[in-house]
């Protein structure tokens, strides 16, 4: 078994916390009652994005009280300790850290993707602390008595104090050189290798955590591109200031030879992989998580894969290639590596499940049959987007009998499912994915259903 632990974090025991839940609300609740931005805020938040005061806190300060630090250590958050806070923080859940310090101000800190944008659309007079696109920068928002709401810039840093950066002209270059990476290749191998060498390069003269920051910032701009649903909801995000820092996990594709190359490339950028998925012999695919221990920044991986191989460390081990494609290996056919010209398949960002759904049918947009619905985990996919399916790509699959004449013409004429926008709520501090439910959506996504419904309804059936 210690074979099959290479490359894993322990401990992946995703519970349910909701008297911590009630604990943090409670805080939360009190301070929106004594600062008044903050509760415009909550409400433009809520109206214009369909989005949680809640969900963009990236951390608390309270005043030190034992009480509260006894309730926490009772409810498996660890102390850490620094020259200037107390940090309590639950790993195995989303909850933000909570800092408590020797002062009698209650700070709220939230977490737009740019603080500057922020600071513009807010109207606030604060000064913003920090080089821009250093770390770390930080704005005070609005203060009234003990009661101080500011807003926070990360770009691969998890301090809590802003120090004076080094590195900012090599960050820069990194986001440019991500930014305008080139994506199309002869083979999906020769670009998988050539972007785990660009990776390789960076993170040469560059920290792991800064290169992985740029590295998403330019994944997101890419994927909304070519997603409808993403545009929208970023452009009502983008009102409040507020950016894509509610985003929850990003998720690729790969086909089952370029597997290995994909993992290779995020674990180049300091990922570590969290827990597998196998969703059964019907469904036939598998998934692995990666986290980083520093960025704040999850990613999901899917790969066709068989029962024979469920145990595999199929992460590292590799696979070999497919003899026949399921929903995602097609996919992979039709469009390309996720990491390379396809992009993301979908971008997973924390909502107000119900209002975001209503919000997007007043917008024209279409969300799919939830594929999780409990109280602490939903989710739901926007409508897919049709792409255009390049020729030779059909070619190919037509010729290494992958699909059928009637399949290539098809998806030639008519394009295939490209990508979708993750309408999620999470509560009760759940940090994990609902393994059936998420087979269930893979299966219902598959291209080559929405092609028998259009033959048939051709046929007149």
């Given at each position: 078994m ?6 894993f ?7 349910l ?6 604990f943090?609300?409670k805080?939360?609740n009190r ?5 008044s931005m903050?509760r ?14 809640f969900?963009w ?14 309730f926490?250590l009772k ?5 850490q300790?620094?020259?200037r806070?107390l ?10 850290p909570?800092?408590?310090h ?5 700070e709220?800190v939230?977490k ?18 920090g ?11 609005k203060q009234?008595?003990?009661?101080l ?5 990360r ?6 104090v802003i ?5 900012i002209?090599k960050y ?6 991500f930014a305008?990476?080139?994506r ?10 050539y972007?785990?060498k660009?990776?390789n390069?960076?993170?040469k ?11 998403f910032?330019?994944?997101r701009s890419?994927?909304?591109k070519?997603?409808?649903a993403?545009?929208?909801q ?9 950016g894509w820092?509610n985003?929850?996990?990003?998720t690729y ?10 993992i290779k490339?995020?674990?180049a950028?300091?990922?570590k992989?969290?827990?597998r998925?196998?969703?059964?012999e019907k469904?036939g695919?598998?998934?692995?998580i990666l986290?980083?221990p520093i960025c ?25 290639k497919?003899?026949k ?8 056919g ?19 499940f ?9 917008k024209g947009?279409?969300?799919m049959k ?7 985990l939903?989710q ?15 070619e190919?699959l037509?010729?290494?009998?992958y ?9 030639l004429?008519n ?5 979708h926008?993750e ?13 059936d ?21 051709h046929?007149g059936?």
């Amino acid at each position: 078994m210690k074979k099959l632990e290479k490359g894993f974090i322990s401990g992946f025991d995703w519970q349910l916390y909701p008297d911590t839940e009630r604990f943090l609300q409670k805080e939360v609740n009190r301070f929106l009652r004594n600062n008044s931005m903050a509760r415009r805020l909550a409400r433009k938040m809520r109206s214009e994005s369909s989005t949680r005061f809640f969900d963009w806190i990236d951390h608390i300060v309270l005043p030190h009280d034992k009480k509260k630090e006894s309730f926490l250590l009772k409810h498996r958050f660890k102390k850490q300790q620094n020259k200037r806070f107390l940090i309590y923080k639950n790993k195995n859940s989303i909850f933000f850290p909570i800092l408590f310090h020797n002062s009698r101000e209650f700070e709220i800190v939230l977490k737009p993707e740019n603080v500057e944008d922020f600071v513009r659309k807010v109207k606030t007079e604060g000064k913003v602390q920090g080089e821009k696109y250093a770390p770390l920068r930080k704005v005070i928002v609005k203060q009234q008595v003990n009661y101080l709401l500011t807003a926070i810039e990360r770009r691969g840093s998890n301090a809590y104090v802003i120090k004076k950066a080094s590195d900012i002209n090599k960050y820069k270059k990194a986001l440019k050189m991500f930014a305008t990476r080139k994506r199309k290749f002869g083979s999906d191998r020769e670009g998988m290798i050539y972007t785990l060498k660009l990776v390789n390069t960076v993170t040469k003269w560059l920290p792991k955590e800064r290169a992985t920051d740029a590295f998403f910032r330019a994944e997101r701009s890419y994927w909304k591109k070519r997603n409808r649903a993403g545009q929208i909801q970023k452009g009502r995000q983008d009102k409040l200031g507020l950016g894509w820092g509610n985003h929850d996990h990003h998720t690729y594709r790969s086909s089952r030879n370029n597997f290995f190359f994909l993992i290779k490339i995020f674990e180049a950028l300091g990922y570590k992989c969290r827990e597998r998925f196998y969703a059964g012999e019907k469904a036939g695919w598998g998934a692995q998580i990666l986290e980083h221990p520093i960025c704040d920044i999850v990613m999901f991986s899917d790969v066709d894969i068989s029962k024979h191989e469920r145990h595999k460390d199929f992460a590292h081990e590799g696979l070999p290639k497919e003899s026949k494609l399921g929903t995602v290996g097609l996919w992979i056919g039709l469009h390309g590596e996720s990491v390379l010209q396809a992009g993301m398949h979908h971008l997973e960002a924390r909502f107000m499940f119900e209002k975001l759904e209503k919000d997007l049918n007043k917008k024209g947009l279409e969300v799919m049959k939830p594929f999780s619905h409990f109280p602490f985990l939903k989710q739901a996919f926007t409508k897919g987007e049709t792409w255009k399916v390049e020729k030779s790509r059909v070619e190919k699959l037509l010729r290494e009998k992958y699909i059928t004449k009637e399949q290539y013409l098809e998806f030639l004429d008519n394009g295939a499912i490209g990508s979708h926008m993750e309408n999620l709520q999470r509560k009760q501090g759940f940090k994990g994915f609902n393994q059936d439910s998420v087979t269930a959506v893979i299966k219902a996504t598959d291209p080559r259903k929405r092609l028998h419904k259009n033959y048939m309804q051709h046929r007149g059936a």
